[in-house]
């Protein structure tokens, strides 16, 4: 158990709302990432951190956006949900110091944007 | 581009042996992983493969071959419990793990 938690589980939202999802981590792990997993695709990278205050672009940015100010928490935004990002989202941390390390994922947000 | 290609579906009998192949065409190569995903739940670590030739561990094992691109998760004496997608990961030269879309398992009585 790598100690990870997210909130909330589930969301459901409206079309052009704000929406926050929070990682947090327990075990003071430097390297932590968002994805999101929808049927038919692989795991895609949102993005991810290397440190406090600092982030990196993954694969599926445009639309989201992140914050870590501190090492535990990973904060997630959607600015103005669509409903294209209706999907379940993964939180992850790399249990060494680099990419190469394994991931261990958090249980998930489900985010339904009507 | 980036390719990991998994079946999607594979169907097996319990007590059986299963091979779940994953072939990939990545920009570099520094591992691969192997994840279990139940229904619901998250993907949950079982191997990372970096060097040629099969690791095993318990009733699991992975086998990789750089040079054809070409990995399989093993899983032995199946069991009901073993239904669930098996995620199939590559880091590839820049350090990002690119995912192939999942191979779901069923597994029969």
């Known amino acids: 158990d790598a100690g990870i938690t997210q909130s909330p589980r589930h969301k459901v939202t409206e079309t052009g709302t704000p929406v926050t999802l929070r990682c947090h981590q327990t075990e003071n792990h430097r390297y932590m990432y968002w994805y999101r997993q929808d049927p038919g695709h692989g795991l895609r990278l949102i993005h991810y951190s290397y440190g406090v205050k600092d982030t990196d672009k993954g694969e599926v940015s445009d639309g989201y956006s992140v914050s870590r100010s501190k090492t535990e928490d990973f904060l997630l935004t959607l600015e103005s949900a669509t409903s294209s990002q209706t999907s379940v989202y993964f939180c992850?941390?790399?249990?060494?110091?680099?990419?190469?390390?394994?991931?261990?994922f958090g249980p998930g947000t489900r985010l339904t944007v009507l | 581009g980036q390719n990991i290609d998994q079946p999607t579906e594979m169907t097996a009998t319990e007590g059986a042996i299963v091979q779940i192949n994953c072939t990939y065409q990545?920009?570099?190569?520094?591992?691969l992983f192997w994840y279990q995903q139940h229904a619901g739940e998250a993907p949950t670590f079982l191997s990372y493969n970096v060097l040629d030739g099969l690791e095993e561990k318990g009733r699991f094992s992975s086998f990789l071959s750089r040079s054809k691109g070409y990995s399989y998760l093993l899983l032995k004496e199946l069991q009901m419990k073993d239904s669930a997608s098996y995620l199939c990961a590559v880091l590839d030269s820049n350090y990002q793990l690119i995912w192939g879309a999942g191979t779901k398992l069923i597994i029969k009585p």
């Open positions: 992850a941390i790399s249990e060494g110091q680099g990419h190469t390390d394994t991931q261990y």
């Open positions: 990545t920009s570099g190569f520094n591992g």
